[in-house]
């Protein structure tokens, strides 16, 4: 028999209707859907994003 927490990890891996459709069965929030490429998505989608690419530094800076 097959674990939850197997069926959890393993719907988690793929974004299809199943996969949602098995995170909602077994009470797990479901991810946000990724936008298909060259779709138009709201501007708050990616609030955070750009402190990802902040460049505060370079690590070369610090060679002696």
Known sequence: MVTVEYMVRAALR?????SRAMLRACGVPV???LPRPGSIVEAGAYAGLTEC???HGSPMDGRA
């Open 53 to 55: 690419f902040a460049n």
């Open 31 to 33: 991810p946000r859907a």
């Open 14 to 18: 793929r974004d299809t209707v199943m």
